[in-house]
């Protein structure tokens, strides 16, 4: 414990930027305290600075998304910093009360840091040079009447679906490039599989950039207590700590602003207030303190969840963050046979094989399309049923 509590200094968000700026130019160095574990605390004392600010904003903002197992090792930190009279401790004031409530040890009360503007408000630093996205946001009214288009010929069935989808696109381009009221496109898609519920995101990905893949996270291929790494990456003590998350990952290596929350009914509620807090600023922090913007970006979330079940499992305030809730229904005999021939033509297309009629009429009998309500079985078994009429 420190031999002293001490007080932190409180910032606003908007003037971080300018409050870092003004510390550089004292000969004071800011870093969150990911960094000073990361860097060592000899270390990130420099024979040039005049000192160093520690930001605790993001190990608090862990703590409120109840990962209390990081507590010891915040502690830890902390008290291994005790006696470098050269450190002020600072935070994002709207986490003050939690961190002194958190660390009373500590901390005995606070001190607001006053920092003027010349030129109003500056936003806080955000790690956005590798987010760069096509987004629907960034789609002219040609291209929007495109993208829907390519919505209807693409998706087969589901048609109240796809006129209630473009219409809330088209309300939600209006306001966010009016009043800039949502930063974030969302939809929720349950049923079970094999409907079609990614294929949605797939096509407007596609349509966007064909050439990169589409950023998707499926929380089935993590565990409970994995699944906000996965997301923010592990923070300063834990394995892995400082290499980017997975999310962070696909998100960098797809050039599209889509992205695809699979098998969500497995996240736990760390994720969902992750997404809490993402789908209503636009914005998420990750384990080391860096800000990422997804302002702009189209999230689909999926689950195999019936509709009772989705109203128990997910909270009253996640779910009216979402701008719709769609039950994804099964396709008709006829929906089918026309998602059966629109998969036998892209094999002709690909494969260069010649296409007749018989060949067509070979491959629909050799699949029970009729009893077959899962359309990955359904192109798994056409597939096969395709290489058998041409070997």
């Given amino acids: 414990m420190f031999l002293s509590r001490i007080e932190v200094y409180t910032y606003k968000k908007a003037q971080l930027i300018q409050y870092i700026s003004h510390r550089e130019k004292e000969g004071v160095k800011v870093f969150t305290l990911a960094q000073v574990e990361k860097r060592g605390v000899e270390n990130s004392f420099d024979d040039s600075y005049n000192g160093i600010d520690i930001d605790l904003t993001s190990a608090i903002k862990l703590l409120i998304n109840n990962e209390y197992s990081f507590k010891y090792p915040l502690e830890s930190m902390l008290e291994n910093l005790d ?107 349950l049923g079970p599989s094999g409907l079609g519920k990614t294929e949605i995101a797939r096509i407007i990905h596609n349509f966007l950039d064909e050439d990169s893949p589409i950023a998707k996270i499926n929380f089935g291929n993590y565990s409970s207590e994995s699944s906000l790494a996965s997301l923010i990456g592990s923070p300063p003590g834990f394995k892995d700590s400082g290499e980017e998350s997975d999310l962070i990952k696909k998100l960098k290596n797809s050039n599209s602003g889509v992205l695809i929350i699979d098998e969500f009914e497995k996240a736990n509620k760390n994720v969902h207030n992750f997404f809490l807090q993402l789908l209503e600023e636009g914005k998420f922090d990750d384990a080391m303190g860096e800000i990422f913007d997804l302002s702009g970006y189209l999230i689909i979330f999926t689950s195999n969840l019936k509709k009772s079940e989705f109203m128990s499992h997910i909270s009253p305030e996640l779910r009216s963050r979402f701008n719709g809730i769609y039950l994804m229904m099964e396709l008709s005999e006829v929906e089918k046979n026309e998602y059966a021939n629109k998969v036998i033509d892209w094999y002709f297309n690909e494969s260069k094989e010649e296409k007749t009629t018989e060949k067509v009429e070979s491959i629909i009998k050799k699949v029970d399309i009729k009893n077959e309500n899962n359309l990955r079985t359904i192109k798994f078994r056409l597939r096969s049923a395709f290489y058998l009429t041409h070997n």
């Fill in 83 to 189: 006696g470098f009279d050269e450190i002020r401790f600072i935070v994002d004031e709207k986490y003050e009360q939690e961190l002194l409530i958190e660390f009373p040890y500590f901390f005995s009360g606070n001190l607001p840091l006053e920092i003027e503007s010349e030129e109003g408000p500056v936003m806080s630093k955000e790690n956005n040079s590798n987010l760069v996205k096509r987004r629907i946001v960034d789609l002219n009214e040609t291209e929007i009447k495109a993208l829907f288009k390519r919505i209807e010929d693409d998706l087969v069935g589901h048609e109240t679906l796809k006129i209630d989808l473009t219409k809330k696109i088209s309300e939600f381009l209006y306001f966010y490039k009016k009043i800039k009221d949502q930063p974030i496109l969302s939809f929720f898609l």
